[in-house]
């Protein structure tokens, strides 16, 4: 399994940003799509957004859809997810999590093979 470190949550006021970076361990991520997924407490996994292996394919949920870019860079061996006008309601740990194969794009956490330990985002009013 391709090992996965999220970074860059923390505490946000709504209408602010941050940007989570999720760092692979093997170059074999470049063959990977890779997506995000949230989960608030007493809530169920769900998913945020996803990418593909050439970078060119993007899925969002709707509701992250304008506010959320997801991007990779293979140099780096890094996905990104930048996170605008956040709300409340976005409050949530974020995971990251790699799928070896890379199309189509999957919405469903199980279909997902690495993931990363989380990192919390929180967004007050």
């Known amino acids: 399994q391709v090992q996965l470190v999220e970074s860059g949550g923390g505490l946000v006021q709504a209408g602010g940003s941050l940007k989570l970076s999720c760092a692979a361990s093997?170059?074999?991520?470049?063959?990977?799509?890779m997506g995000w997924f949230r989960q608030a407490p007493g809530k169920d996994r769900e998913f945020v957004a996803a990418i593909d292996s050439s970078g060119r394919r993007k899925d969002y949920a709707d509701a992250v859809k304008g506010r959320f870019t997801i991007s990779r860079d293979v140099v780096k061996v890094t996905v990104f997810l930048q996170m605008n006008d956040l709300k409340p309601d976005d409050t949530a740990v974020y995971y990251c999590?790699?799928?070896?194969?890379?199309?189509?794009?999957?919405?469903?956490?199980?279909?997902?093979?690495?993931w990363g330990q989380g990192t919390q985002v929180t967004v007050s009013s």
């Open positions: 999590a790699a799928r070896r194969r890379s199309f189509p794009l999957s919405t469903q956490w199980t279909s997902y093979d690495s």
């Open positions: 093997e170059r074999a991520f470049s063959t990977f799509a």
